[in-house]
């Protein structure tokens, strides 16, 4: 067996590699208490996540040992689990400093539930079609667009960081998110929310508030319906 690293590395694996890489320097941003780009780096690892199968199929890659599989699990353990949940903690200890225990609570559940959703996704991807429980990426983009919708609150932030969490290892099944219109929507407004550009009402930042809106909207009626 051939075991040198570039045996097994792939373009679409140097992409997962791009996701991992955002999620470390958002951790590093959130630690530095500049949340605001550690909230758009957690946006940049969902652009790179979303991208990276699509690259594999284009480039008709053959991962006889899933190398790609595990290569984007632990990238998304890195940018959608430690991320959010440093995050989440690092603004507390600057904000609300009283309720750090609590905050460390909340954010180590969410890694611990993080790193269920996606051990089980691969012991169980090559024989269920589908997800079974909230995808991961779904926690980072909600508590970036949350933070950057200018509407944050650390009480709130608790609520959906445990109630996402708990999505993320129920036994539910949850559609892909495939609505073309909704999909152009969305990459809009994250767009428009990376670049900054000043679409607000009352200091509510209206594109981060809509990609929020529409992944909590995603989260409640895949849950309610599964």
């Given at each position: ?43 940049f690892s969902l652009l790179f996540d979303s991208i990276d199968g699509w690259i594999s199929r284009k480039t008709n890659r053959i991962d006889e040992f899933e190398f790609g599989k ?157």
């Open positions: 067996m051939n075991t040198k690293i570039q045996s097994f590395v792939a373009i679409s694996d140097l992409v997962s590699l791009m996701n991992m890489a955002s999620g470390v320097l958002s951790i590093m941003m959130s630690i530095k208490q500049d949340f605001l780009l550690a909230s758009i780096l957690m946006i595990n290569i984007d699990s632990l990238s998304d353990v890195v940018s959608f689990g430690v991320a959010p949940a440093v995050f989440l903690y690092s603004y507390s200890l600057v904000n609300a400093p009283s309720l750090e225990i609590p905050t460390a609570i909340v954010s180590l559940f969410i890694v611990v539930c993080g790193v269920l959703r996606l051990t089980r996704y691969n012991v169980i991807s090559n024989h269920v079609k589908g997800f079974i429980g909230f995808p991961i990426p779904g926690i980072a983009i909600i508590m970036a667009t949350f933070y950057l919708s200018g509407l944050f609150n650390i009480y709130v932030a608790w609520i959906i960081a445990v109630i996402v969490s708990i999505a993320m290892i129920c036994n539910k099944p949850y559609d892909k998110f495939a609505n073309k219109y909704l999909l152009i929507i969305n990459g809009i407004c994250l767009v428009l929310v990376i670049l900054q550009v000043p679409l607000a009402i009352y200091s509510v930042n209206i594109p981060a508030l809509i990609a929020l809106l529409t992944s909590l909207a995603y989260l409640l009626i895949n849950f309610i319906r599964g």
